[in-house]
């Protein structure tokens, strides 16, 4: 069975500041991973996802991942924080032939302060 | 145009009532989900169907049945609505069974009185 942890529900940082939301996952096999952004009253939008090409994705909004295999990592960075970044972060992992069934982590919430 | 568009929005209804929300995808994709997001914004998978066909199905109490007339609707009826089902329902739909991004919709939020 395959899981997501995300350390943190609640991450506050200043405008300019790094963005750094952390994500674990287990899986039985190499997983694929995702990360989405939640806007309020939004659906989900996919920032970036990894399945199994460069370790190091890059997505949208200035936004990328690095997949650390020996450390079942997936942190999501950016490096300057901007107001519109606020919002809440979901990781996410499926496993490849899975159906594409995603396992959601419980999100964190992001709040950029001026 | 709205990729992803789920009917209605908003659902206030009385316990015991049976209801329908609906969605459509004109993305052109083949695989469409409902997922439940929780009021501490857990999401959790409950159904997909690619082309019609179901191919997953969690535990879902069999209260709530997903109908996909095809490939570009799936719409999902609860029965016998209970406190519990309070929660935003999300449907999301992608291009394959691979790793394809899933889009999502914005939501229904159901609300039961």
């Known amino acids: 069975a395959q899981s997501v942890t995300q350390l943190g529900s609640h991450v506050s940082v200043s405008e300019g500041a790094l963005v750094l939301l952390r994500c674990n996952y287990s899986?039985?096999?190499?997983?694929?991973l995702f990360w989405y952004v939640q806007y309020p009253n939004q659906g989900l939008q996919l920032l970036l996802k990894y399945t199994s090409a460069a370790t190091l994705v890059k997505g949208i909004n200035g936004f990328e991942a690095e997949f650390k295999k020996s450390e079942t990592s997936f942190h999501l960075t950016k490096p300057s924080a901007h107001m519109s970044d606020a919002a809440e972060y979901f990781c996410a992992v499926s496993e490849p032939g899975g159906g594409n069934k995603l396992t959601f982590g419980t999100g964190t919430q992001l709040k950029v302060e001026l | 145009d709205t990729a992803v568009s789920q009917t209605p929005k908003y659902l206030v209804t009385q316990m015991g009532n049976d209801k329908s929300i609906k969605c459509e995808q004109n993305?052109?994709?083949?695989?469409m989900y409902w997922y439940k997001q929780d009021s501490k914004k857990f999401l959790k998978i409950m159904f997909s169907y690619n082309n019609k066909e179901l191919i997953i199905n969690e535990t879902v109490p069999n209260r709530f049945s997903p109908k996909s007339p095809d490939k570009a609707h799936l719409n999902l009826h609860i029965n016998s609505l209970e406190l519990g089902d309070s929660a935003v329902y999300f449907c999301?739909?992608?291009?394959?069974?691979?790793?394809?991004?899933?889009?999502f919709g914005d939501g229904t939020r159901l609300s039961i009185l």
């Open positions: 999301a739909s992608s291009l394959g069974r691979g790793e394809g991004p899933q889009h």
């Open positions: 993305l052109g994709h083949d695989t």
């Open positions: 899986s039985s096999v190499p997983p694929y």
